[in-house]
T-cell receptor, first 113, second 113 residues
Framework: GAGVSQSPRYKVAKRGQDVALRCDPI?????LFWYQQALGQGPEFLTY????????KSGLPSDRFFAERPEGSVSTLKIQRTQQEDSAVYLC???????????FGSGTRLTVV | QKEVEQNSGPLSVPEGAIASLNCTYS??????FFWYRQYSGKSPELIMF????GDKEDGRFTAQLNKASQYVSLLIRDSQPSDSATYLC?????????????FGKGTLLTVNP
């Protein structure tokens, strides 16, 4: 596609519910990143994929967070047993190759109530 | 000390003036520096990147890098109300994780008509 597509655009989850956030990167982009942006803050790194390989998951806040990119294109970020502190905008970004700037998707705003 | 620091602002300038946005970083080995613009409720949009010391100009935007002093700045000439947004400075740190961007908190710029 022409840009990075994320869905859903908004998600309201009850505390304890599991959620899955989808990212469809720009076609051919090898690198894919997930970032978390809290209100009034800059994006914080969560995890990085090169094709289907998850090369860095050091930013995932807890073992409730899990990301995958099984075929090297679409990626899913899953959050289990959501907590209020998980409320944030989750941004996906892709890049043609390492070393270039990213293109961000429109994000998913998660609100945990 | 945070790895990337920005004054959160708000920075308020009149229309037609030069807006100057600054960013300092702690990792002396950093090689790549990026400026993103983020409108309220939208995702970050890459506007400039710079790799080497000196200035890089693109239209009304100039990025300046001073590696010895570890700061990077963004100048916006002839500021327009449409430039009102949060400007995020991002740095690729040196070492094994040089694929990810580390962001500052952003500076809110308001251009007054």
């Amino acid at each position: 596609g022409a840009g990075v597509s994320q869905s859903p655009r908004y998600k309201v989850a009850k505390r304890g519910q599991d959620v899955a956030l989808r990212c469809d990167p720009i076609s051919g982009h090898v690198s894919l990143f997930w970032y978390q942006q809290a209100l009034g803050q800059g994006p914080e790194f969560l995890t990085y994929f090169q094709n289907e390989a998850q090369l860095d998951k050091s930013g995932l806040p807890s073992d409730r967070f899990f990301a995958e990119r099984p075929e090297g294109s679409v990626s899913t970020l899953k959050i289990q047993r959501t907590q209020q502190e998980d409320s944030a905008v989750y941004l996906c970004a892709s890049s043609l190759r390492q070393g270039l700037g990213y293109t961000f998707g429109s994000g998913t705003r998660l609100t945990v109530v | 000390q945070k790895e990337v620091e920005q004054n959160s602002g708000p920075l308020s300038v009149p229309e037609g003036a030069i807006a100057s946005l600054n960013c300092t970083y702690s990792d002396r080995g950093s090689q790549s520096f990026f400026w993103y613009r983020q409108y309220s409720g939208k995702s970050p949009e890459l506007i400039m990147f710079i790799y080497s010391n000196g200035d890089k100009e693109d239209g009304r935007f100039t990025a300046q890098l001073n590696k010895a002093s570890q700061y990077v700045s963004l100048l916006i000439r002839d500021s327009q109300p449409s430039d009102s947004a949060t400007y995020l400075c991002a740095v690729k740190l040196s070492g094994g994780s040089n694929y990810k961007l580390t962001f500052g908190k952003g500076t809110l710029l308001t251009v007054n008509p």
